[in-house]
């Protein structure tokens, strides 16, 4: 019997924890997990606002840019691209893909009056934190290092 109670103990503690996280005052157990959801889904539009401040930040330079990230089943497939050449873009696009721990696996580059970059990356098992990298977290680091290059090259 006390496994149970202990079982039900730490149950009840977790909900108290989601209802703490997710800023909810709700009591019982349905109603703390739809609040949660409900949090969850306000969090996911706050991140895609602030992408696409990012990308109108970018969108500020003289060059105009459009960044895409997919998830694949083993990472993410990369597009970046530009109607004009970036000498310069691609170190700064690999750069942040070695500070993510993203191996790239295969890779279509254009540089010739235009850039085109279409890669596929996969995170390297020993990195500490691949848990916390989705498609998400892979394009704005990506929108990042096309920000630091854009400002780097006094394109503003």
């Known amino acids: 019997m006390g496994s149970k109670e202990e079982q039900r103990a730490a149950l009840y503690q977790k909900f ?10 709700a009591v019982n157990k349905t109603s703390i997990v739809v609040e949660a959801a409900n949090y969850i ?8 606002k602030l992408d696409e401040d990012i990308m109108s930040s ?4 003289s060059i105009p840019m459009k960044a895409t990230v997919e998830t694949l089943d083993k990472g993410f497939r990369i597009n970046v691209f530009s109607e004009e050449d970036c000498p310069g873009l691609l170190v ?10 993203l191996d790239v696996r ?13 890669a596929i990356g996969e995170l390297l ?24 290059w854009s400002d780097s090259n006094g394109e503003e």
Do not use: M, W
């Open 16 to 25: 108290k924890e989601l209802g703490s996280v997710s800023h909810s005052d």
């Open 41 to 48: 889904e306000e969090l996911k539009h706050k991140v895609e």
């Open 58 to 61: 970018n969108e500020a330079t």
């Open 92 to 101: 700064s696009i690999l750069e942040a893909f070695e500070e993510l721990g």
């Open 106 to 118: 295969d890779a279509n580059i254009s540089c010739s009056n235009k850039f085109h970059l279409q």
């Open 125 to 148: 098992k020993n990195e500490g934190h691949v848990d916390d990298i989705d498609a998400q977290v892979v394009k704005r680091t990506v929108l990042k290092a096309i920000k630091y």
